[in-house]
Each structure stands twice: as C-alpha cells, then as structure tokens.
C-alpha cells in the first residue's frame, strides 16, 4: 500500500513525499518487515559432479548457501554457482538462473538455503538436494523516499 503527500510551498516548487506501508514511526524507529521473498526452488544442477556427494553427509536442511555469479563461465554466461564454505555443491538449474542472475548483478541480497535432503536420490544423484533462493528482507524497499517535483515556469 502507498500512500502520498503534496504540498505546495512559497517557494513555487511542489514537494512530494511517499512511502511504502509499514512506514517509519514517527519516533523514527524503522518497522521494516523481517522476512524474506522465496524467489525460486529447485534441485541443484551439477550436483554429482562437484564437490557435493563428498559432503552430503555434513549437510543439513536449513543450511545457507552462499550465490556466486560466474559470468564467463562457457557452458552458460548467466551461470550462478552455489557454495558452502570451501564447497562447490553444483549450479542454478539454466531455466532458474536468468532472473537470480540479473539480480545479483544489480548487488541484490540474496542467498539459497537447502530445503529438503535425499540422501538416496531414488537412484537420482541430481535430486539429492532441494535449494530455495530467497531476496533478503528488509533490503527490498527503501522507506520514506522523497521526490522533488520543479514546476515548468
């Protein structure tokens, strides 16, 4: 929900203020939400060839997973590789990776976190590991941003 505020000044120039529900308090405590916006969910592509069958046993559900962009990598130049500690696990699948590519290109906060294990895989090593992406709360919005608005004379 947005709401706005105009008011015109002596000055001859509007000043306009909006912010995005929940907004500052007027104590000026920040009630920025805490939780984070699920972007994707997947298998880790890749898994059975990196370094993930050696430490599936050290993985746990919850686990935070770190996203790197591999913009030359040669097999797919929107490449994001997911890694725990010193740990290669494998890769966003192709058809996942344009949209959390873009963003963390742009710097946007964002991590991975293993939602489900499967040690067996049901003969199915690829599908040992589900991953979630999630943009970071709290840093999607900025609050009480203001815009200056010059009338033409």
Same mark, same amino acid.
């Given at each position: 929900?947005?709401?706005?505020?105009?008011a015109?000044?002596?000055?001859?120039?509007?000043?306009?203020?909006?912010?995005d529900?929940?907004?500052?308090?007027?104590r000026?405590?920040?009630?920025?939400?805490?939780?984070?916006?699920?972007?994707?969910?997947?298998?880790?592509?890749?898994?059975?060839?990196?370094?993930? *069958?050696e @430490?599936?046993?050290? &993985?746990?559900? #919850?686990?935070? /997973?770190?996203?790197?962009?591999?913009?030359? $990598?040669?097999?797919?130049?929107?490449?994001?590789?997911?890694?725990?500690g010193?740990?290669h696990?494998?890769?966003?699948?192709?058809?996942?990776n *344009?949209? @959390?590519?873009?963003? &963390?290109?742009? #710097?946007?906060? /964002?991590?991975?976190?293993?939602?489900?294990? $499967?040690p067996?895989?049901?003969?199915e090593?690829?599908k040992a590991?589900?991953?979630?992406?999630f943009?970071?709360?709290?840093?999607?919005?900025?609050?009480?941003?203001?815009e200056?608005?010059?009338?033409?004379?």
């Amino acid at each position: 929900m947005k709401f706005s505020i105009g008011a015109w000044f002596s000055c001859r120039f509007r000043f306009h203020f909006t912010m995005d529900w929940p907004w500052t308090s007027w104590r000026g405590t920040s009630l920025e939400p805490r939780s984070d916006y699920e972007l994707a969910r997947f298998h880790i592509a890749g898994f059975q060839y990196h370094d993930g *069958p050696e @430490i599936l046993e050290d &993985l746990m559900t #919850g686990l935070v /997973l770190t996203l790197v962009r591999e913009p030359k $990598n040669p097999h797919d130049r929107r490449a994001v590789a997911l890694r725990w500690g010193g740990y290669h696990l494998g890769y966003v699948p192709r058809d996942r990776n *344009p949209t @959390i590519a873009r963003l &963390l290109d742009q #710097g946007a906060p /964002l991590e991975g976190r293993i939602i489900e294990l $499967n040690p067996d895989g049901d003969n199915e090593p690829w599908k040992a590991v589900r991953v979630s992406v999630f943009l970071i709360g709290g840093h999607a919005a900025m609050y009480g941003k203001a815009e200056v608005f010059l009338p033409e004379l």
